[in-house]
Nanobody, 116 residues
Framework: QVQLVESGGGLVQPGGSLRLSCAASGNVFSIRVMRWYRQTSEKERALVASITTGGTTFYPDSVKGRFTISWDNAKNTISLDMNNLAPEDAAVYYC??????????WGKGTLITVSS
């Protein structure tokens, strides 16, 4: 089992920056890849960023160049640095961990509001 706890959400003005963190505990050595997703009441959950144990990252075009995912192995924590935030980035952000057997674990989410 893996437990994930997100933190760092809140209110930010358009153009601002925010850092999200996701602390993993439990059987962290079973994790193969970690991801951030986001979801609103109008849209399905969508991938925001991913990072493998080898450090390979992926970003969809919607956030490429603005968001950066990183993995601190010593702290079993991943972070998501978000810059130049826009109203369309407002959502509940979820941390996800996947094992080599494709078992997925989810955090409870953290809310980001982008508004002036």
């Amino acid at each position: 089992q893996v437990q994930l706890v997100e933190s760092g959400g809140g209110l930010v003005q358009p153009g601002g920056s925010l850092r999200l963190s996701c602390a993993a505990s439990g059987n962290v050595f079973s994790i193969r890849v970690m991801r951030w997703y986001r979801q609103t009441s109008e849209k399905e959950r969508a991938l925001v960023a991913s990072i493998t144990t080898g450090g390979t990252t992926f970003y969809p075009d919607s956030v490429k160049g603005r968001f950066t995912i990183s993995w601190d192995n010593a702290k079993n924590t991943i972070s998501l640095d978000m810059n130049n935030l826009a109203p369309e980035d407002a959502a509940v952000y979820y941390c996800n961990a996947e094992t080599p057997s494709y078992r997925n674990y989810w955090g409870k989410g953290t809310l980001i509001t982008v508004s002036s």
